[in-house]
């Protein structure tokens, strides 16, 4: 049994208190939530337990020993070992490489590559886990990989483990993988500090929860005392949880048709219409061939066969981002920071790297349009930022995905694509998303919305597809359909 | 949305430009006759054959590529013109018709280098640090071939020679009017055109560029070529300069004109960079070498002082980039 606890921890930054007299205690063998908006201190707190930074003022204690770290190594041989959102394994390398990095058993000078393996089979053994230590770090699934990262980190004798975000880059199938994994730790008494953003997760996983605030403490409870509401409100104080305007209803002109569009070996077949204003969601798990789909549509990858026809003519099947983009669609892509925005790059030019062709007059820049088209996405997008010349790696994962929807919005868009706008982003800033999808579509532009969290997919859409196995599987409609009869159907179940 | 001025961020962002100003003071007080307008019209003139392939290499850096086989196009522009030259001259052509068609030739050379370098990145996803390795050996061959190893000369007309050694108003070298224009049209294309703003994009992130809808293929394409051309600008005036062309020339130059880019700023991961900045290094290195002639420097130091700036250039920015984050 073990304790770690904070007394009045105080942070300041330049113009800013990260955490305000912060005294929290968690105990082992349960799993510790840590939950807040961004910018609520968590991060700052988790920076804390990790080393990375020091306390303005406060202490941190661990089993009534004052904790004063230099560094990072420092909180791993205290015994605080952390579990980053960005996964650090090496894909060439094997499961147990990975795991004993950098210490690898010897005998003599030469690795001893046996007793490697049967101490990694034993730590995996013990997360309830079948994974085999020889495997290349490579062909592992998007779960595994991060239970070999929570093994690598349990290498160690962690007595606290935190884990910052395991879940966001996984379907719901693997989260539940994953989760039987942390259950298993549970037993070997080690404090888990449990960090997300899905809530609903919580009441699968965590036994506490602990809530912050611009820099406050706010709340401590148990799990089974509380709802999805309560935890809402201790994070945001009072907001309004809200839904599709029920005026909003798509029109009758179709203004897209896609017919059995086939991709070999992602998704084959796939038909539907879109029509005027209406929001299309794609429920489906990850794998299913939802983010294939819409990539194809835009020209990003080709199809073998099918076609696409925009308001009745059919598309070149030659087709590029470049003629989508002129023939009116738009894509938010999966990953934002790789695929969405240039990172180093100021706000105000990736707002307009869509519209460069509006922006200028034969080819030559108009510097009055380009900042009349940078600001009015940041006004009409509400998005926080410090200076339209900062670069857009400065902002929050929120406000890095409305640059992304308003470097197309400037392009006058007829039909937007977003494929996974709410992943990793705070509750305030996915309701954001929603807002400027709905008013989107009362203006009469037609949205297709690929989402792994179903509940969104109910919330925003007029209607939902349902991928599996790279087909679509049924279609339903958001009212008649409660959450778990959406899930069973994206698992591949039947569709009532 | 304004800026407040901030005085360490102004001397941060323009250390560059302030360290300049140190070295041509410096130089000013070791090197007398250095601050003399003659001396300054030749720093200029010696600065424009590799600043001009250095505005080039600053699209091709800023779009995040490299081409090492400008020196072989030096060369190689140099031959073809004055080889085709040669060759119509022999035939009855008048010399001023003969070098025209030549550099007519040599330019659609330099175009197809350019076209087959961005090709190859785009179709072959090739890095082009190999491409163009491999290029600068192939046109290097080819200048020596078709040169036969000697140079030739007796080639040029005047208004080809012009372009080596003309002075305007008897006075201003027509290189350094060339270099200053060269700059002027870099800097317009970059900071004023869609198609600049698209070499910063795609060098920043080229998926990102490419789901935005812009021809990634294109932009790449476009500054392969512009390289390829401004070297076989600066081959021409090398040429012009010496009356003659052979295959050694341009040897190496690779190595002060990527420098000149990097002292200026610009990032070798792409998207990032200046053509102001490039001007300030490639001056920064025209002072070093006019302040070393002066000061009687062994040729060969000169060498090791050119390498030794690039690295600490690099250096500097890596640096300089953290401090700013």
């Not at chain 1, 990095?101 to 007793?115: A, H, Q, V």
């Not at chain 1, 002129?326 to 969405?340: A, C, I, V």
């Not at chain 2, 001397?11 to 300054?40: R, Y």
Request: hydrophobic share 45%.
């Amino acid at each position: 049994m073990s304790i770690l606890s904070t007394l009045n921890i105080t942070k300041d930054y330049p113009g800013c208190r990260a955490l305000d007299n912060v005294s929290v205690n968690f105990d082992s063998g349960r799993v510790h939530a840590l939950i807040g908006k961004n910018g609520s201190g968590k991060s700052t707190l988790i920076k804390v337990f990790s080393g990375a930074i020091s306390p303005t003022s406060g202490e941190v204690f661990l089993d009534g020993k004052k904790l004063n770290f230099q560094g990072p190594t420092d909180a791993l041989k205290s015994g605080i070992a952390t579990v980053y959102q960005e996964l650090s394994l090496i894909p060439y390398l094997s499961v147990a490489e990975n795991i004993f990095l950098g210490r690898l058993p010897k005998k003599g000078k030469t690795i001893d590559w046996k007793t490697a393996n049967e101490r990694a089979r034993q730590l995996l053994h013990k997360m309830n886990v079948d994974i085999d230590p020889t495997e290349r770090v490579y062909k592992l699934s998007m779960w595994q990989c991060q239970v070999v990262e929570i093994t690598k980190a349990m290498s160690y004798n962690p007595k606290v483990l935190m884990l910052d975000e395991p879940t966001s880059a996984l379907a719901q199938n693997e989260v539940h993988s994953l989760f039987n994994a942390i259950r298993a730790l549970k037993k070997q008494d080690v404090i888990i500090i449990y960090i997300s953003h899905r809530l609903q997760e919580l009441w699968e996983i965590a036994d506490t929860v602990t809530v912050l605030r611009d820099g406050y403490f706010i709340g401590n409870v148990q799990i089974g005392d509380v709802t999805y509401n309560d935890i809402v409100r201790m994070m945001f104080g009072e907001v309004e949880i809200r839904h599709r305007p029920v005026d909003l209803v798509a029109r009758d002109k179709i203004v897209m048709s896609v017919k059995n569009l086939t991709r070999k070996d992602k998704f084959e077949n796939i038909s539907f219409d879109l029509k005027e204003g209406e929001i299309l969601g794609i429920a489906g798990m990850l794998g299913s061939g939802r983010t294939e789909l819409l990539r194809c549509i835009f020209g990003a990858d080709p199809f073998d066969s099918g076609e696409i026809l925009i308001n009745g003519r059919q598309v070149p099947k030659n087709i590029s981002p470049q003629i989508m983009k002129s023939l009116g669609l738009g894509l938010t892509p999966e990953e934002r920071k790789t695929q969405g925005v240039i990172l180093i790059h100021p706000i105000r030019d990736n707002l307009c790297y869509a519209s460069l062709d509006k922006i200028c007059d034969r080819h030559i820049l108009n510097k009055n349009r380009r900042d009349q088209f940078a600001k009015r996405q940041i006004e009409d997008l509400d998005i926080k930022i410090p200076d339209s010349l900062a670069p857009v790696s400065s902002l929050s994962g929120g406000n890095q995905q409305k640059i992304v929807v308003g470097n197309w919005l400037n392009t006058s868009p007829r039909i937007m694509l977003y494929d996974e706008p709410s992943r990793g982003i705070d509750i305030n800033s996915k309701q954001q998303i929603f807002q400027i999808i709905w008013e989107q579509s009362c203006k009469g532009i037609s949205s297709i919305f690929v989402s792994s969290e179903l509940e969104e997919l109910l919330e925003v859409c007029h209607r939902i597809l349902i991928m599996h196995s790279g087909k679509i599987i049924g279609e339903v409609n958001p009212g008649e359909y409660k959450i778990d009869m959406l899930y069973t159907a994206t698992m591949g179940g039947k569709v009532l | 949305m304004t800026r407040k001025f901030d005085i360490k961020n102004f001397i941060i962002s323009h250390m560059i430009e302030f360290l300049l100003v140190v070295l041509i003071v410096c130089m000013a007080v070791a090197a007398p006759g250095f601050l003399s307008t003659n001396n300054i019209l030749n720093i200029f003139r010696n600065v424009s054959l590799k600043g001009v392939i250095a505005v080039g290499m600053t699209l091709v850096i800023i779009g995040g590529e490299i081409d090492l086989s400008i020196g072989s196009q030096v060369a190689l522009g140099g031959v073809v013109t004055a080889y085709v030259s040669q060759f119509l001259i022999d035939r009855g052509i008048p010399i001023e018709y003969s070098a025209l068609i030549g550099l007519i030739l040599a330019t659609a050379v330099a175009i197809l280098a350019g076209i087959g370098h961005g090709m190859a990145i785009c179709r072959f996803r090739m890095p082009s640090f190999i491409i163009t390795l491999a290029t600068q050996s192939v046109m290097y061959g080819l200048a020596a071939i078709i040169c036969g190893g000697f140079p030739i000369i007796n080639v040029f007309p005047s208004w080809y020679n012009f372009l080596g050694t003309g002075k305007l108003f008897g006075f201003v070298p027509f290189q350094a009017v060339i270099l200053i224009i060269v700059f002027i049209i870099g800097w317009f294309l970059m900071e004023k055109t869609d198609l600049g703003r698209s070499i910063y994009a795609v060098g920043g992130n080229a998926e990102s560029a490419r789901l935005s809808g812009i021809n990634v293929q294109k932009v790449k394409i476009v500054i392969m070529v512009a390289v390829q051309l401004m070297a076989l600008l600066s081959g021409t005036m090398n040429s012009a300069q010496v009356r003659s062309a052979t295959f050694g020339f341009g040897r190496g130059w690779e190595t002060l004109v990527i420098s000149a880019v990097v002292i200026g700023g610009a990032s070798m991961s792409g998207g990032v960079g200046k053509i102001w900045g490039t001007f300030i290094g490639i001056m920064f290195t025209g002072v070093i070498s006019n302040g070393m002639t002066l000061l009687n420097v062994n040729e060969y130091m000169q060498y090791v002082v050119n390498g030794a700036l690039m690295f600490f250039a690099v250096m500097f920015n890596t640096y300089m980039n953290r401090a700013r984050h």
